[in-house]
């Protein structure tokens, strides 16, 4: 056999020796989960715990969540009569933050809202979020037609002045469920975050890997839910907040108005009542009954935007990767470093 052959057989034995090489670790599913669980959640985890603003905004979303759950079976629910009328806070442990001018404990009513507005908020932020991150992201990533037939409804939708409109829904529908408020208070919000997420994605679709996946061949839906989303993910849960804050304030002030149903207890409808029965923006003596539900709309809103804050940290990959696989904690360099990352966010 001649050198030549032979250098031929063996170069040929090494190419099949690459390709048919296997691994000698199998994954097996449940090594799949716990790297998704490790990946996604763990990891989730430790980061958001390192960030201050996250722990402490948490923290007061975790209190208001067991205020309307937990709270709720504990704190007795307020009737009138139950106690003296006006009784001023922390003289009576029975009523600690005082009654009203039915004897109803300001605490009891404050804690009992507590289910209704998150459901409140909950809705009318998801709502909103939900429709403005479909419309924008598949405007900015189809174009064409589609872009066009979605932007004018938009732009329809930009219009028409909120205010009135929840106002004239509020008036003609009288909703009850708090879920339909919240809906009805961010009926046309979803409108210019649309035409933001829209922009963003007009950039993100021009990346070099966006262009490779559809080159070949990824399916539209997994570029969208792969490639795009996460990097739309710290601005839609800033704008998520917004919307949060926005339900909070429009709810609260359209009930102090009594522009919504009032069967229902609720921090606007205490807030009102405090004002026109009770005189507690001219008197010091009721003033309790008035400042202890803005300090909770303040509190609550307080944490949310903590949070918002904090969670840009959550999907940027860099922090991500140092977290993954349990690793030692970070240095306090790479502290700093993620700190002047996500200031520049914000």
């Known amino acids: 056999m001649s050198p030549t052959e032979t250098s031929t057989d063996a170069e040929t034995d090494a190419d099949a020796s690459i390709f048919d090489a296997e691994s000698d670790t199998e994954v097996t599913r449940w090594d799949r989960y716990m790297r998704w669980l490790e990946t996604w959640l763990f990891a989730s985890a430790r980061i958001a715990w390192s960030d201050w603003r996250v722990r402490i905004g948490s923290l007061i979303v975790l209190l208001y969540i067991l205020m309307g759950t937990v709270g ?41 809202a507590t289910p209704f507005m998150l459901q409140m908020i909950a809705s009318g932020a998801v709502f909103a979020i939900a429709v403005a991150t479909a419309v924008g992201t598949l405007s900015g990533y189809k174009r064409g037609t589609v872009d066009q037939v979605l932007m004018t409804i938009t732009d329809i939708a930009m219009t028409i002045p909120g205010l009135p409109l929840v106002i004239v829904l509020s008036v003609l529908l009288q909703p009850k469920s708090p879920i339909v408020i919240g809906i009805v208070l961010t009926i046309n919000a979803w409108a210019g975050l649309a035409r933001s997420i829209r922009s963003q994605v007009l950039t993100i679709r021009e990346e070099s890997y966006i262009e490779a996946s559809r080159t ?131």
Request: charged letters at 15%; glycine letters at 12%.
């Open 216 to 346: 070949i061949g990824v399916p539209t839906s997994t570029i969208i839910r792969e490639d795009i989303l996460p990097n739309l993910m710290p601005y839609v849960v800033v704008n998520f907040v917004q919307a949060a804050r926005n339900v909070i304030f429009s709810s609260v002030g359209l009930y102090f108005l009594g522009l919504l149903p009032t069967s229902k207890p609720n921090w606007g409808v205490m807030m009102s009542r405090a004002y026109s029965t009770a005189g507690a923006l001219y008197t010091w003596d009721t003033a309790y009954w008035l400042i202890f539900p803005m300090i909770t709309i303040i509190l609550l809103v307080f944490g949310l935007i903590l949070f918002a804050q904090g969670t840009d940290r959550l999907f940027n990959p860099r922090v991500r990767a140092r977290h993954a696989g349990g690793g030692p904690s970070k240095s306090s360099g790479d502290a700093d470093a993620d700190s002047g990352e996500t200031k520049g966010m914000f």
């Open 72 to 112: 709720v079976v504990l704190v007795p629910e307020p009737t009138i009569g139950a106690g003296p009328r006006y009784v001023g806070p922390f003289t009576d442990w029975q009523f600690p933050l005082g009654t009203d001018n039915l004897g109803r404990g300001i605490l009891g009513q404050i804690v009992h």
